[in-house]
T-cell receptor, first 114, second 114 residues
Framework: AQTVTQSQPEMSVQEAETVTLSCTYD???????LFWYKQPPSRQMILVIR??????QNATENRFSVNFQKAAKSFSLKISDSQLGDTAMYFC???????????FGKGTRLHILP | DVKVTQSSRYLVKRTGEKVFLECVQD?????MFWYRQDPGLGLRLIYF???????EKGDIPEGYSVSREKKERFSLILESASTNQTSMYLC?????????????FGPGTRLTVT
């Protein structure tokens, strides 16, 4: 069975700093998808970034980028130039290649301080 | 824009009541999901539907049932609500059969059972 572990339950950083959220996962699959989802306070969960395991290049979306280390089964999220609007719960998630179900980690609550 | 709506943001019910949580999506998605979100436990899948009238149990189906009579609507039913079902319930939808599909989430229903 697949598992997703987020070792940082809560983090705080100053606005404009760079922050990295950690995620490790366990799977015997060779091809799969990894995601970071963001859940702002009292707002809907949205997809931040997606990585296909067969792609060596790390995914990037504006200020958000990932460090995907397949051999180490590590998938960290880096937020550059953090903004107050980045305050949210962040979930790392895993999906098998031909599956529709996602396995979520327990989440990291990120506070961006003014 | 994909829109996933849930019938209530907040709901208070008494122990033993039958509770219906409704979810509607407007993107003709094949897949619909019900999750439960609890602090420190992340998102846990209750039930999954991949087509009208088709359903699959998730990780924590006990005490819940679902109904999908139309493609756009997926209902979660608590047959006899109990206090340990007090939680945030999230609905999501996605395209089916393409692998790696993004899930789109509703705003959530915070259910309190007294």
């Amino acid at each position: 069975a697949q598992t997703v572990t987020q070792s940082q339950p809560e983090m705080s950083v100053q606005e404009a700093e760079t922050v990295t959220l950690s995620c490790t996962y366990d799977t015997s699959e060779n091809n799969y998808y990894l995601f970071w989802y963001k859940q702002p306070p009292s707002r809907q969960m949205i997809l931040v970034i997606r990585q296909e395991a067969y792609k060596q290049q790390n995914a990037t979306e504006n200020r958000f980028s990932v460090n995907f280390q397949k051999a180490a089964k590590s998938f960290s999220l880096k937020i550059s130039d953090s903004q107050l609007g980045d305050t949210a719960m962040y979930f790392c998630a895993f999906m098998k290649l031909k599956d529709d179900k996602i396995i979520f980690g327990k989440g990291t609550r990120l506070h961006i301080l003014p | 824009d994909v829109k996933v709506t849930q019938s209530s943001r907040y709901l208070v019910k008494r122990t033993g009541e039958k509770v219906f949580l409704e979810c509607v999506q407007d993107m003709d998605h094949e897949n619909m999901f019900w999750y439960r979100q609890d602090p420190g436990l992340g998102l846990r899948l209750i039930y999954f539907s991949y087509d009208v009238k088709m359903k699959e149990k998730g990780d924590i189906p006990e005490g819940y049932s679902v109904s999908r009579e139309k493609k756009e609507r997926f209902s979660l039913i608590l047959e006899s609500a109990s206090t340990n079902q007090t939680s945030m319930y999230l609905c999501a939808s996605s395209f089916g059969g393409i692998g790696g599909g993004e899930q789109y989430f509703g705003p959530g229903t915070r259910l309190t059972v007294t």
